[in-house]
T-cell receptor, first 114, second 112 residues
Framework: AQSVTQPDIHITVSEGASLELRCNYS??????LFWYVQSPGQGLQLLLK??????LVQGIKGFEAEFKRSQSSFNLRKPSVHWSDAAEYFC????????????FGRGTSLIVHP | DAGVTQSPTHLIKTRGQQVTLRCSPK?????VSWYQQALGQGPQFIFQ???????QRGNFPDRFSGHQFPNYSSELNVNALLLGDSALYLC???????????FGEGSRLTVL
């Protein structure tokens, strides 16, 4: 079965600084990979996804992520963080050869200082 | 275009009671998935309904059951509630079983 590890529970950055959130997955084949964001009191919103092809994926709100098969990673990046980016971020992996149902990590809470 | 709507938004139950949560999918979607999100954790997959049948199920006991109606809306039922069932229950809809998931804002269940 697939699994996801998000090693950072909390990340604090200053507004305008760059951001990288780490995600490592476990799956025997090429996975489907996702990043979701959850703001307080709201549901999850898909930021970006990787199914195949170009390993650098562009998403909404200026986010991007890079699939690195050799490192089993799918880290999320943003060059300049805005205060409105403060939220919970979840990485998820789906089984490309099976059910596709995303399995989520425990999340990383992003705190943005002015 | 209404997104995924869930009701109720908050509810409080006591141990041993039963609860029903409801979900209306996004317009045009025919598949509904349910997730449980405990405090400080990521969402955990409960089950998925398509064509009014449970198609996939996560590692949850039989106390968790569901239903999908002909209009694609869905219910999640939990019997014999335990304190550990306290969580945010998220509904996600998609077009087909492989479609992108769109999430509702969730139903916050507290079991006392």
């Amino acid at each position: 079965a697939q699994s996801v590890t998000q090693p950072d529970i909390h990340i604090t950055v200053s507004e305008g600084a760059s951001l990288e959130l780490r995600c490592n997955y476990s799956y025997g084949a090429t996975p489907y990979l996702f990043w979701y964001v959850q703001s307080p009191g709201q549901g999850l919103q898909l930021l970006l996804k990787y199914f195949s092809g170009d390993t650098l994926v562009q998403g909404i709100k200026g986010f991007e992520a890079e699939f690195k098969r050799s490192q089993s990673s799918f880290n999320l990046r943003k060059p300049s963080v805005h205060w409105s980016d403060a939220a919970e971020y979840f990485c998820a992996v789906g089984a490309s050869g099976g059910s596709y149902i995303p399995t989520f990590g425990r999340g990383t809470s992003l705190i943005v200082h002015p | 275009d209404a997104g995924v709507t869930q009701s109720p938004t908050h509810l409080i139950k006591t141990r041993g009671q039963q609860v029903t949560l409801r979900c209306s999918p996004k317009s045009g979607h025919d598949t509904v998935s349910w997730y449980q999100q405990a405090l400080g954790q990521g969402p955990q997959f409960i089950f998925q309904y398509y064509e009014e049948e449970e198609r996939q199920r996560g590692n949850f006991p039989d106390r968790f059951s569901g239903h999908q109606f002909p209009n694609y809306s869905s219910e999640l039922n939990v019997n014999a509630l335990l304190l550990g069932d306290s969580a945010l229950y998220l509904c996600a809809s998609s077009y087909g079983q492989l479609g992108e998931l769109f999430f509702g804002e969730g139903s916050r269940l507290t079991v006392l």
